[in-house]
């Protein structure tokens, strides 16, 4: 499985931001794909995800602010982050694994993409 993570960049606080993940074909009905990010500083942090039955699951910080989806044909998983904060900075990564939201350790995984808020 490949993942490629894109549609960071620099935004004020309170703006919005949508990351777009390109999943290649090889499981992808079969995928937990999770959002993970990794602030200076701080542990990765599990921020979103989909399971292959549908199932979100977000982190509190980002609970009614940022939607996880993918595209009718699974190619593409999506973060859409509304109402950005100063602490939502940090390098965004797409993680996919097979065993379900359960498993914290994915197979596969992006290169990252850096999303900045400033005041």
């Known amino acids: 499985v490949q993942l490629m993570e894109s549609g960071g960049g620099s935004v004020e606080t309170g703006g919005s931001l949508r990351l777009p993940c390109a999943i290649s074909?090889?499981?992808?009905?079969?995928?937990?794909l999770t959002w993970f990010r990794h602030a200076p500083g701080k542990e990765r942090e599990r921020v979103a995800s989909l399971d292959s039955d549908g199932t979100m699951n977000y982190s509190e910080p980002v609970k009614g602010r940022f939607t996880i989806s993918q595209d009718n044909a699974k190619n593409t998983l999506y973060l859409q982050m509304n109402s950005l904060k100063a602490e939502d900075t940090g390098t965004y990564f797409c993680?996919?694994?097979?065993?379900?939201?359960?498993?914290?350790?994915?197979?596969?995984w992006g290169q990252g993409t850096l999303v900045r808020i400033s005041h």
């Open positions: 993680g996919a694994t097979l065993g379900g939201y359960s498993n914290y350790q994915m197979e596969w």
């Open positions: 074909q090889q499981y992808k009905d079969n995928l937990c």
